[in-house]
């Protein structure tokens, strides 16, 4: 955890006390900061948390990566900037304590129960949007970093061609991500260098869901016959990539597809969508359980030692976290620990 701790926590903590009653402070120990520690006190109570600060959260998904950055440190506590009444539900869903700058609030400890949702945040309190991560372009050039090492020591035109973006974003992105510490660029592209590859992940997986999925145009499905993919041919998925359920199952035989997430180069979309509908009867459908989606990368970001028709694992993970099902976050987290952790390792 960072030692330096932002002005959010304090923010939060005051927010907290003219909302709720409950005090709170952070321990003068120098360890203790550095674990990012803070103290709660109402009555007789007192109880020291452990935190977690995210200066924006966007999406369930986020609150599920808190979630997993504070487990075996409980009782854990994410400070942040705001969350809507939607997110707060959420919190409270999975057991994730909270509190934010607008004094919304969910504490369940023994002797200490809050629950404040849908105060609105002062203007004046809200940060300003950090483009280095947060923006359709800045996402797709960290997806193919995160997805090929290699291409961070890469030039420029490299670089944009590998993320489909134009060549001018890429030095913007690269200022960016420096200004906010994520990466070391010296004058030598052979010397750049990520500081916190994990945690760029972290973020770029939270935000996926509200920054660049949407974007994708994804439509869903349905067909009577639930293995239809399964007998899908070659031909009827040129490129197509599975994402999701399908490839965690075709990377680790440990989980059984119910649900289909596929993703089409755009070019080909068309034509592809039309053999699916005709081949395998797929149905439009609001909520149907096959899900298709614009490939938004080179095929030069493919991994070569990763299975043919299978998105890049970071993708199969960020989807996954997205879909918020309990046995898709399991498998998630193994393969964080395996298949990702192996590639976060190469930086």
């Not at 510490?181 to 509200?210: F, H």
């Not at 499905?221 to 639930?226: E, I, K, P, R």
Request: aromatic share 8%.
């Amino acid at each position: 955890m960072n030692s330096v701790v932002p002005p959010i926590v304090e923010e939060a903590l005051e927010a907290l006390r003219r909302s709720t009653g409950v005090e709170g402070w952070r321990p003068k120990e120098a360890a203790a900061a550095k674990d990012g520690q803070v103290i709660l006190k109402r009555h007789a109570i007192v109880q020291p948390y452990s935190v977690a600060w995210k200066t924006t959260i966007r999406s369930a998904t986020a609150l599920t990566l808190v979630r997993a950055q504070l487990e075996g440190r409980q009782p854990g506590l994410l400070v942040t900037t705001y969350l809507t009444p939607h997110l707060a539900e959420r919190c409270r869903d999975i057991g994730l304590q909270f509190i934010d700058a607008a004094g919304n609030a969910y504490l369940d400890t023994e002797g200490l129960y809050v629950y404040v949702s849908g105060r609105r945040l002062d203007p004046a309190v809200l940060p300003t949007r950090a483009r280095g991560s947060g923006n359709p372009t800045a996402m797709r050039m960290i997806f193919a970093l995160l997805s090929r090492p290699s291409l961070l020591q890469a030039s420029y035109r490299e670089i944009a061609e590998a993320s489909d973006i134009a060549l001018g974003s890429v030095g913007t992105v690269f200022k960016e991500l420096a200004a906010r510490g994520w990466v070391l660029e010296p004058t030598i592209p052979q010397r750049r260098r990520l500081t916190a590859p994990d945690r760029l992940l972290d973020e770029w997986v939270a935000n996926y869901p509200s920054i660049l999925r949407p974007r994708l145009q994804g439509r869903r499905y349905a067909t009577s016959d639930l293995d239809w993919w399964r007998t899908a041919s070659q031909a009827d998925l040129e490129n197509s990539y599975w994402s999701g359920e399908v490839a965690a199952e075709k990377m680790t035989g440990h989980l059984r597809a119910e649900a289909q997430t596929l993703y089409i180069a755009t070019e080909h979309k068309q034509r592809c969508l039309k053999q699916l509908m005709q081949n395998y009867r797929l149905r439009p459908l609001a909520d149907g359980p096959i899900e298709i989606l614009d490939v938004f990368w080179s095929p030069s970001v493919q991994d070569t030692a990763a299975l043919p028709g299978v998105v890049p694992s970071i993708l199969v993970y960020a989807d996954l976290m997205a879909s918020l099902s309990s046995r898709n976050l399991e498998m998630a987290a193994k393969l964080r620990a395996g298949i990702i952790q192996h590639a976060l390792d190469q930086f």
